[in-house]
């Protein structure tokens, strides 16, 4: 049976597990909309700034009680120049789990939580194309204990409404 749950805002029940992503790091934001084509390489899984800051993409999954599936947060990490470099190097390998993990710096706002720039971060390459894992340190953000302990079917439809249904929102929708 597939996933659904009952969204907080509309009212409307919706099938399958919501994640969220950015289509770029928070810095690139910015960067002057004008000078980003001349200052920012952006891939789809990888952005360099300047030819100083390194950022990949990956997930930040939390587990979500009593279902197979994790919510997941799409977002970009920083690393430094080294290991964006072997992360390079071993990314478009079909066997690549065995790289790494890589220390990085989140590099997303996650509007529903308090301040996300900045926590430290470790991202784990998966085989077969999939998106690298994104293990926030065990700290006490709400964030890091979500993704320790899970969360609820409710907390998914909390989540969704406040990302779909409020003002303001922030990149990480774009």
């Known amino acids: 049976m597939p996933f659904t749950f009952r969204c ?9 597990m919501p ?12 960067v002057p909309e004008e000078e980003r084509a001349r200052r920012c390489d952006l891939g789809s899984d990888d952005c ?6 390194y950022f990949v993409r990956g997930c930040i999954e939390i587990p979500v ?6 919510f997941s947060w799409g977002v970009w990490v920083s690393l430094s ?21 890589f220390f990085g710096w989140l590099n997303a706002w996650l509007k529903p939580y308090p301040d996300t720039i900045g926590l430290k971060t470790m991202v784990h390459l998966r085989d077969d194309g999939i998106r690298p894992y994104v293990e926030l340190e065990p700290t006490d953000h709400p ?6 302990t ?9 989540l969704y409404s406040l990302m779909m249904h409020q003002e303001g929102k922030s990149p990480l929708t774009n």
Do not use: M
Request: hydrophobic letters at 30%; proline letters at 3%; glycine letters at 12%.
């Open 48 to 53: 360099v700034i300047d030819k100083q800051q």
């Open 81 to 101: 120049e080294a290991n964006f470099l072997l992360w390079l190097k071993y990314f478009g390998e079909e066997k690549r789990s065995q790289v790494g993990p």
């Open 8 to 16: 907080n805002s509309c009212g409307e029940t919706h099938e399958g």
């Open 143 to 148: 964030l890091a204990i979500e993704q320790r």
């Open 65 to 70: 009680q009593g279902e197979t599936e994790s």
């Open 19 to 30: 994640s969220f992503g950015a289509h770029a790091p928070l810095s690139y934001y910015g």
């Open 150 to 158: 899970g969360i609820t079917v409710e907390r998914v439809a909390e």
